[in-house]
């Protein structure tokens, strides 16, 4: 490893369901997982200790102040000076940390993730290539719909209240808004092989 060099930190950002995590894992593949520290900006979720389970559901997750974006900013600059750092393990079903924690060793780059972390100007600054996936809202609603039933312990109902109450308006008022600071907007997310290839080529010659 060349520790003379500061690591290269890549952020992909973009609504729910919109392919941020699918264009995250053909990073990881094509630069290589051996090169690659990965924090998903949805393992740093707050604690919601006080509140009893059924309450726990009602709160707003798409809200910046519901992600301790603060550790999340401590252990990039921890990465950038090339010491490893304790992820969060969060639990969606039960909405809390699990209180285990994956060791994530500093690499060469490190890949964030999520809906709000572009909506961060601390955050913002510590990015040096910023992807946004654009993925129109009623693929992205049917995608979250899928995926809560089947991974999230969800019921459609309580997915449907989610996104009229909290998902969509945080999306139009924080996420949609950050857009404008992508330096690459990637349609159609993972299975765009023209920017994917133009992404990978970039980092490959920053590396
Ligand atoms: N371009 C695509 N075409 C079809 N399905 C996709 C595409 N990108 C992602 N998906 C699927 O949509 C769902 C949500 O994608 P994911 O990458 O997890 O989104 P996000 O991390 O932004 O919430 C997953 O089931 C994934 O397999
Ligand atoms: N306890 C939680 C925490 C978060 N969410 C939702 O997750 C979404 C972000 O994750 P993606 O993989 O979809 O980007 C966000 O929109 C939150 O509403 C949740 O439902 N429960």
Same mark, same amino acid.
């Given at each position: 490893?060349? %520790?003379?060099?500061?690591?290269?930190?890549?952020?992909?950002?973009?609504?729910?369901?919109?392919?941020?995590?699918?264009?995250?894992?053909?990073?990881?593949?094509?630069?290589?997982?051996?090169?690659?520290? $990965?924090?998903?900006?949805?393992?740093? %979720?707050?604690?919601?200790?006080?509140?009893?389970?059924?309450?726990?559901?009602?709160?707003? $997750?798409?809200?910046?102040?519901?992600?301790?974006?603060?550790?999340?900013?401590?252990?990039?600059?921890?990465?950038? /000076?090339?010491?490893?750092?304790?992820?969060?393990?969060?639990?969606?079903?039960?909405?809390?940390?699990?209180?285990?924690?994956?060791?994530?060793?500093?690499?060469?780059?490190?890949?964030?993730?999520?809906?709000?972390?572009?909506?961060?100007?601390?955050?913002?600054?510590? $990015?040096?290539?910023?992807?946004?996936?654009?993925?129109?809202?009623?693929?992205?609603?049917?995608?979250?719909?899928?995926?809560?039933?089947?991974?999230?312990?969800?019921?459609?109902?309580?997915?449907?209240?989610? %996104?009229?109450?909290?998902?969509?308006?945080?999306?139009?008022? $924080?996420?949609?808004?950050?857009?404008? %600071?992508?330096?690459?907007?990637?349609?159609?997310?993972?299975? /765009?092989?023209?920017?994917?290839?133009?992404?990978?080529?970039?980092?490959?010659?920053?590396?």
């Amino acid at each position: 490893m060349n %520790y003379s060099k500061t690591p290269l930190v890549v952020a992909i950002a973009g609504g729910s369901g919109s392919g941020k995590t699918t264009v995250a894992n053909v990073v990881l593949q094509r630069v290589g997982p051996q090169r690659i520290s $990965f924090l998903p900006h949805d393992a740093y %979720y707050r604690e919601l200790t006080g509140l009893p389970p059924a309450q726990r559901a009602l709160v707003n $997750f798409d809200h910046p102040d519901s992600l301790e974006t603060e550790l999340l900013i401590d252990h990039i600059q921890q990465l950038k /000076n090339w010491q490893a750092v304790d992820l969060p393990v969060y639990n969606f079903t039960t909405h809390s940390r699990t209180g285990e924690t994956v060791r994530v060793e500093p690499k060469r780059v490190i890949l964030v993730e999520g809906i709000l972390i572009f909506a961060e100007p601390k955050l913002r600054e510590l $990015f040096d290539i910023k992807i946004f996936v654009d993925t129109d809202s009623d693929i992205r609603f049917i995608r979250r719909l899928q995926r809560d039933i089947a991974e999230r312990g969800r019921t459609t109902e309580s997915v449907v209240q989610q %996104y009229l109450t909290t998902v969509r308006p945080m999306h139009l008022e $924080f996420v949609e808004p950050s857009k404008r %600071y992508a330096d690459v907007i990637i349609p159609e997310g993972g299975l /765009n092989a023209v920017a994917l290839d133009m992404v990978i080529a970039r980092i490959e010659s920053l590396l």
